[in-house]
């Protein structure tokens, strides 16, 4: 990987590969053969690098890795163009967008997340942050609060419906649901 030229270049690192979800998603959706769809990731992911001194810090991260992303699967799609089964170029814009706005909604509810942990009480925290945080398995959770694997499991799922519920009263109230 190029180095990159930024003072924080491990917090723009970190923050264009909080991006890998969209930008798979994207392509995967536009390129129907997966392992050409891994390799055009690949490539984006090459560009991005070698381009990464270009991206202005004053300006949003997302639109710049689509875009590149976008221009590498048009240039595919050119290179496949006799093969009529892939997607033509409205439908890559179209998908383009269409991943956009599931990005805006995943961030919406990202921050409702947030917002809704806070509300948990302390020991819901700190049990969440065992299993997501410290990826400790339920198993060795059970073990070290000398409970059964059966009741910390209904206690998660009892703090996931309430975290759900949360989210989409607060999606609703902010009329995006």
Known sequence: MTQIAEPNSSELLRRMLSED????????????DLHEAEDLQ????KTLCAKVEQ???????RPWIMGIARLQVLKWRQSKARNREHPAEQLIETL???AEEMQEELESRKECLSQCMK???EQQKKLLGLIY???FSQKEVARKLNRTVGALQMQLTRIRRALRDCIE?????????
């Open 21 to 32: 979800q969209s930008l798979r998603a994207f392509i995967r959706a536009s390129v129907p």
């Open 42 to 45: 690949q490539e984006v992911w």
């Open 55 to 61: 991206y202005d810090p004053s300006r949003p991260l």
């Open 96 to 98: 383009s967008e269409e």
């Open 119 to 121: 509300t948990l009480p």
């Open 133 to 135: 945080r410290d990826e």
């Open 169 to 177: 009263s607060r999606l609703s109230k902010q009329g995006l649901t």
